[in-house]
Nanobody, 127 residues
Framework: QVQLVESGGALVQAGDSLRLSCAAS????????MGWFRQAPGKEREFVAA????????KYADSVKGRFTMSRDNAKNTGTLQLDSLQPEDTAVYYC????????????????????WGQGTQVTVSS
């Protein structure tokens, strides 16, 4: 069993940066793919990014490519999402997630079909 806890959400201005963290419990986390989703008010939850167990494979949604960077530290059981050049349309609750495979199954991630979810952290970007 894996539990995920996000932190780092805040209220920022357009153009600012934030770093979100995901702390995981469970010895098997280091062998799982992990990633991030977000859900804006009144919208469906959407895929943001995913990373393989060793970090060699990364995938980003087109809307964040070039602005967001995902990484992980398996020794610390943590994952990080660096958010740069934030825009008001990035306002959402950001969720950490994990899949019980070493490499993310992108077709599943695009549909939100993963195995574990965190509780979310709020990111608000003002214009």
């Amino acid at each position: 069993q894996v539990q995920l806890v996000e932190s780092g959400g805040a209220l920022v201005q357009a153009g600012d940066s934030l770093r979100l963290s995901c702390a995981a419990s469970g010895r098997t986390f280091s062998t799982y793919a992990m990633g991030w989703f977000r859900q804006a008010p009144g919208k469906e939850r959407e895929f943001v990014a995913a990373i393989s167990w060793r970090g060699g494979t990364k995938k980003y949604a087109d809307s964040v490519k070039g602005r967001f960077t995902m990484s992980r530290d398996n020794a610390k059981n943590t994952g990080t999402l660096q958010l740069d050049s934030l825009q008001p349309e990035d306002t959402a609750v950001y969720y950490c997630a994990a899949e019980q495979t070493p490499v993310p199954t992108l077709s599943s991630w695009y549909l939100g079909r993963v195995d574990y979810w965190g509780q979310g952290t709020q990111v608000t970007v003002s214009s």
